[in-house]
């Protein structure tokens, strides 16, 4: 964490940093949104919920909450399907339980059949849709990446603008039910978004070098070697933290509203106005964490972003009219959009490019338990206080705790044990260093001459786009 690892892609592949990655970063962009807004616009059909089956706050809350841990906790199985299968093939399929599961969820009768149907199935389709993009992403953008991340991220706010007005309405017009199918028919739109993802594979001179070397080596499907490195380990725990707070307040705050009198309509603004204030905040600090003297540096960011956020959240627990939860979703939007912006830009610089496929799922698995008893808990504290004030109180806690962890985790153990090599690559690495400088005139040119022939075939080293699914990690 305390220093970036070079991202090289697989077999020697350049990341093009353009090109067909738009492409890529666009159909990256819609599945962040449909995969992050979702949890958060399910929640316009609690009220309705609550009526017609006569449940808690705290039961409503479990849709969200199974949403986000099947999104979270199932990150090795999708790690395993996309090192096995590729991603486009996974995002297709994933696609498919997306929209599945919320067509089935119209025609329930029960509480306890959402679960299964709009959280569970739904839930693993966008899973299969949302890490497998992910990856693509890293493959195709290195210099480019910290602003790539931070557009991708942006889907989420958008889609949270839209689906939140657009619950409200299909809420009205056709009932629970009908929105339900209505969003289920839209989330067939990840298969489109999965069809974009096209292989990266090196040129045919490159590929017929290294093919023979290539036979040798044995694909892991789950690397756990990543657990060997500190500060990936550091940084597992402080967003398994994280992520118990970080996702209550936007589930609450339509209910906050409502409950202090306020129209549904006027109620659900709220979330159109923290993803509005969200979808600039996301760019903008991809942009920021891009500059050359911050990129190194990103973890501290991404820890003040965290801290402001937990701060946020405990000035929002003061907020007892419209007015203060409207600048309660203003400065969560900032803080919301730079953690969003910066979570997966940090571990890619953590792990690099060659175990991300793996480390991503790994993360999200240990953050899956966070996630799942986040909002129910919350709910519970609210069932039994009926008072909003300390679920954003426990919820700041949580966050601030986290940004703690992070920042003093990576500033006490990772910097300074930097200073000397970790594995034994680096310290061969380095021995060849201290030989290189003591080599004779005649050796150093020689090697001008070897730099010299590098860079002129470095142009042709490019990857290039194919079509093949299995190539595409």
Request: net charge neutral; charged share 15%.
């Amino acid at each position: 964490m305390g220093a970036v690892v070079a991202d090289d892609g697989p077999s020697g592949v350049k990341a093009p940093d353009g090109g067909w990655g738009w492409a890529v970063l666009f159909g990256c962009f819609i599945i962040t949104g449909f995969s992050y807004a979702f949890p958060k616009a399910v929640s316009v059909f609690f009220k309705e919920l609550i009526r017609e089956f006569g449940i808690g706050y705290s039961d409503t809350a479990w849709i969200s909450s199974i949403l986000l841990a099947m999104l979270y906790g199932t990150g090795p199985l999708c790690s395993v399907c996309v090192n096995r299968f590729g991603c486009r093939p996974v995002m297709l399929v994933g696609g498919l339980f997306a929209s599945m599961g919320m067509v089935i969820a119209s025609f329930c009768t029960s509480i306890v059949q959402i679960y299964l149907t709009a959280g569970v199935i739904t839930g693993l389709g966008l899973a299969l849709n949302f890490q497998p993009s992910l990856i693509m992403l890293n493959r195709y953008f290195d210099k480019r990446r910290p602003l790539a991340n931070g557009l991708s991220a942006a889907g989420s706010p958008v889609f949270l603008c839209a689906l939140s007005p657009l619950g409200q309405i299909l809420q009205h017009e056709y009932g629970w039910r009908g929105g339900f199918l209505i969003l289920g028919g839209m989330l067939l739109n990840c298969c489109v978004c999965g069809a974009l993802m096209r292989p990266l594979e090196p040129p045919k001179k490159a590929e017929a070098t290294k093919e023979p070397a290539e036979k040798k080596v044995k694909k892991k499907l789950l690397d756990f070697s990543v657990f060997k490195d500190s500060g990936f380990v550091i940084y597992t725990i402080a967003a398994s933290i994280m992520v118990l707070g970080l996702f209550v307040p936007p589930v609450f705050v339509v209910s906050y509203a409502k409950d202090l009198g306020y129209q549904d309509t006027k109620a659900a603004f709220l979330l159109t106005i923290l993803g509005f204030i969200d979808i600039f905040a996301r760019p903008v600090c991809g942009m920021v964490a891009g500059l050359k003297w911050v990129r190194p540096r990103c973890v501290y960011l991404f820890s003040f972003a965290m801290i402001f956020n937990g701060f946020t959240d405990l000035m929002g627990s003061m907020s007892v009219d419209y007015g203060g939860l409207v600048v309660f979703c203003i400065f969560f939007g900032i803080s919301y959009g730079m953690v969003g912006a910066l979570q997966f830009e940090v571990l890619m610089a953590i792990v690099g490019t060659q175990k991300f496929s793996s480390a991503i799922g790994l993360v999200l698995l240990a953050e899956a338990m966070a996630v799942l008893i986040g909002p129910p808990s919350a709910g519970k504290l609210l069932d039994a206080t009926g008072r909003y004030m300390f679920v954003f109180i426990i919820a700041g806690i949580e966050v601030t705790t986290s940004a703690l962890v992070l920042a003093l985790g990576n500033f006490f153990c990772i910097k300074k044990k930097s200073e000397e090599p970790h594995t034994k690559e680096e310290a061969a690495e380095r021995e060849e260093l201290n030989k290189s400088e003591n080599k004779t005139p005649e050796d150093a040119k020689v090697d001008s001459i070897e730099v010299e022939q590098f860079l002129k075939d470095e142009p042709e080293k490019n990857g290039e786009v194919v079509t093949n699914p299995e190539t595409c990690v």
